[in-house]
């Protein structure tokens, strides 16, 4: 190996140069999948990582658990060492009294999910069916989809939702949820929307 006095001093100083840009390759990001938010916040201090603002994945089961995670566990981390979050409601209250409710008699809840791309979205299911709806929040986006027979969905009836009357409404932004005998009924600007039966039935349009 040439010493630098052979190399001369501005060879050394090119040398010397490279080294430092040399970094050493990120370690991978850590398993966060089934943690809750408090055992996710002790692995990401202790790997040197940060959470980003938490989002809510609306789903049965795993409530206030880690359902995804970005970067995924063994993947490169982010150049600012965050990793996104999404967390599951488990169709239970998520703590969020302005982004949830329920209908009279419990016929109908809804929680939105800020887990959503590229915007939020608004999911109710009705427990005596089991049937689920989703509606993208905002304006141009696609129709609402129905699932059918959600597994965890039909009998879920959580305590602690605000109650939206016969009669009244449930706003946020452009999208207006109305609550009558019959139904609830979920618009944006008359653009899109749909209809949960208090009993049965689901109608729906997107333009």
């Known amino acids: 190996m040439l010493s630098t006095a052979l190399l001369g001093v501005g060879a050394a100083a ?13 370690e991978p990001a850590p398993r966060f999948l089934g943690l ?10 202790a790997a040197g990582m940060s959470l980003m603002p938490i989002r809510w994945s609306v789903r049965p089961g795993l409530a206030g658990r880690v359902v995804a995670q970005n970067p995924e566990a063994g993947s490169p981390r982010y150049a600012d060492n965050q990793v996104l ?16 409710f329920r209908t009279t008699g419990g016929a109908a809840y809804c929680q939105v999910q800020t887990a959503a791309e590229p915007v939020d979205d608004l999911v109710c299911w009705h427990p005596r069916t089991g049937n ?10 696609g129709s609402s989809d129905l699932f059918r027979n959600v597994r965890g969905a039909k009998g879920a009836r959580p305590k602690g939702f605000r109650t939206v009357g ?3 409404s449930w706003r946020r932004g452009r999208l207006n949820c109305y609550s ?12 899109h929307w749909f209809r949960l039966g208090r009993v049965k039935g ?5 333009e």
């Open 14 to 26: 090119v040398l010397g140069s490279a080294t430092a840009q040399e970094t050493p390759p990120s």
């Open 180 to 191: 009558n005998r019959k139904a609830l009924t979920c618009s944006i600007d008359d653009l």
């Open 85 to 100: 979050l999404d967390i599951s409601t488990g169709l239970r209250p998520s703590r969020r009294p302005a982004l949830e």
């Open 202 to 206: 689901f109608s729906a349009r997107g």
């Open 166 to 168: 016969f009669g009244a």
């Open 132 to 141: 689920m709806v989703r509606m993208p929040i905002g304006t141009g986006l």
């Open 36 to 45: 809750t938010v408090a055992e996710s916040e002790q692995v990401a201090a």
